[in-house]
């Protein structure tokens, strides 16, 4: 049971370039969010999903894009990579009735 | 923005010594919660967490304690330990969302 899985775990990107981060998770369950994280800083919330089709807007969702094709996955797009994306993003997934958010090993990204 | 108050931001404890965390929120879509710890490099986990049908839940050395009226909640770490040594997040649910807030974080550092 691998619970929820992040790749790449490093990534460095020129700027103007795209990409995409992938998330996905084995516990079958319906919430799930990005987060960012700057050094030393606490966690920003980028996008959030409550279900397969729905995603919705978070505290800092400029730059970024989402899409829920599956309950399994839920990519992070980046389009035009800039200096003030570099960060470690983490992707989480909630059960409903417990509340608890299980959280993924990270991906630092970085932008030059 | 909604915002989630943490505080203080740092924090050093002799071991066996008590952390005190503090968190005020402004308003909650849900009655939960929770508290997490991250070491550095990993992606946060839960490690307690109450609902406000009682104003305390301890759970070995990690006491929360809650003040619904006054909108705050706080972490105890008792006898603390070197091992404690970590970043603290409390959070709290956007007012009508599903969006998880987390508060800008507590680094403890805990002196053998």
């Known amino acids: 049971n691998a619970g929820v899985t992040q790749t790449p775990k490093f990534r460095i990107l020129k700027i103007g370039q795209s990409m995409t981060l992938q998330c996905t998770q084995d516990m079958n369950h319906n919430y799930m969010y990005w987060y960012r994280q700057d050094p030393g800083m606490g966690l920003k919330l980028i996008y959030y999903s409550v279900g397969a089709g729905i995603t919705d807007k978070g505290e800092v969702p400029n730059g970024y894009n989402v899409s829920r094709s599956t309950t399994e996955d839920f990519p992070l797009r980046l389009e035009l990579a800039a200096p003030s994306q570099t960060s470690v993003y983490f992707c989480a997934a909630q059960g409903k009735s417990t509340g608890e958010l299980f959280f993924g090993e990270g991906s630092r990204l970085t932008v030059l | 923005q909604q915002q989630v108050k943490q505080s203080p931001q740092s924090l050093i404890v002799q071991k066996g010594g008590i952390s005190i965390i503090n968190c005020a929120y402004e308003n909650t879509a849900f009655d939960y919660f929770p508290w997490y710890q991250q070491f550095p490099g990993k992606g946060p986990a839960l490690l307690i967490a109450i609902r406000p049908d009682v104003s305390e839940k301890k759970e070995g050395r990690f006491t929360i304690s809650f003040n619904k009226s006054a909108k705050q909640f706080s972490l105890h770490i008792m006898d603390s330990q070197p091992g404690d040594s970590a970043t603290y997040f409390c959070?709290?649910?956007?007012?009508?969302?599903?969006?998880?807030?987390f508060g800008s974080g507590t680094r403890l550092l805990v002196r053998p």
């Open positions: 959070a709290s649910w956007m007012d009508s969302s599903y969006k998880l807030i």
